[in-house]
């Protein structure tokens, strides 16, 4: 997914894989593949991946194609600092201060926070000729453990700290095309049984999720009419949810059903 803050995404790469079969592969192919795609393609990039993504083979990756990335490391493992060493990345965290505050609102668990940031230069033992970043944000109230973001970014100042904060805050669209992916377009479950004839269906679906996303990001007036006319809403959840692929997946399918079915015969 290819996204930017206070836009709409778009997808940038997609590869389907089984771990099952003759056809098998390890996901660590999958990504070393789709890096030198995007090399190739789009150039230097910022990446953004969750605690599964925290080990060594994804930064030899991103070092090998000379990409930027924001990772959320695990507390368990170890990076080294110019004066406190090698230590587990909690550990090393206590050292450091916070050094800005201010109130973020989580949308997810609708609630606003009182975050403060701290971050410092690091190295990861196995690349010490490559010069890293940790943000540590910090929830002031304790209701949430701290938050360890390694990034390649320069961070001198509390604006880029911040700007490194809402980057990853912004990776939960990822996990929202996840979702909408399957409950809407039914990704996890093609009943086909050859694996070819998946991926060309998968292929199918990926230009339908694309072409949805482009709707919302090139026709945002023609958008509102069509919600109006096709997938009209009231009520106070919807009023307050934000869900305008959804909307869109059904109005599209309630005006083809209705000019389809009304001329079929």
């Known amino acids: 997914m290819l996204s930017a803050l206070g836009e709409v995404p778009s997808v940038c790469q997609m590869s389907w894989w089984t771990t099952r079969g003759k ?7 999958i990504t070393f593949r789709l890096l030198k795609k995007i090399q190739a393609q789009l150039g230097r990039l910022t990446h953004v991946f969750d605690r599964g993504y ?4 994804i ?11 924001i990772i959320r490391w695990k507390k368990n493992h170890c990076l080294e600092h110019a004066q406190k060493g090698c230590k587990k990345t909690h550990l090393l ?3 450091f201060k916070a050094q800005t505050s201010r109130l973020v609102k989580d949308k997810e668990r609708k609630k606003v926070k009182s975050v403060s940031v701290a971050w410092a230069a690091v190295k990861h033992p196995e690349y010490p000729d490559q010069q890293l970043f940790l943000v540590i944000a910090r929830d002031k109230h ?3 453990a701290p938050m360890y973001l390694l990034t390649s970014l320069p961070v001198t100042c509390a604006k880029q700290a911040w700007e490194v904060v809402y980057s990853y805050m912004h990776r939960w669209e990822v996990e929202q095309a ?5 409950s809407e377009l039914a990704m996890q479950s093609p009943r086909l049984w050859f694996w070819h004839n998946r991926l060309k269906l998968l292929g199918i679906v990926t230009l339908v ?3 949805l996303l482009q709707f919302l990001r090139t026709y945002k007036d023609v958008t509102q009419i069509i919600f109006k006319r096709w997938c009209h809403r009231t009520g106070e959840r919807y009023r307050n949810a934000s869900i305008p692929l959804y909307r869109l997946r059904l109005a ?8 389809l079915a009304q001329n079929s015969g």
Request: charged residues 25%.
């Open 23 to 29: 056809f098998k592969e390890d996901p660590a192919n």
């Open 142 to 144: 304790n209701y949430n």
């Open 209 to 211: 999720y694309d072409f």
């Open 252 to 259: 599209i399918h309630w005006a083809l059903f209705f000019f």
């Open 54 to 57: 925290a080990n060594s083979k």
């Open 93 to 95: 965290a206590r050292s």
């Open 178 to 182: 996840f979702r909408f992916g399957k």
């Open 59 to 69: 930064l030899e990756y991103l070092f090998v194609f000379q990409q930027d990335f």
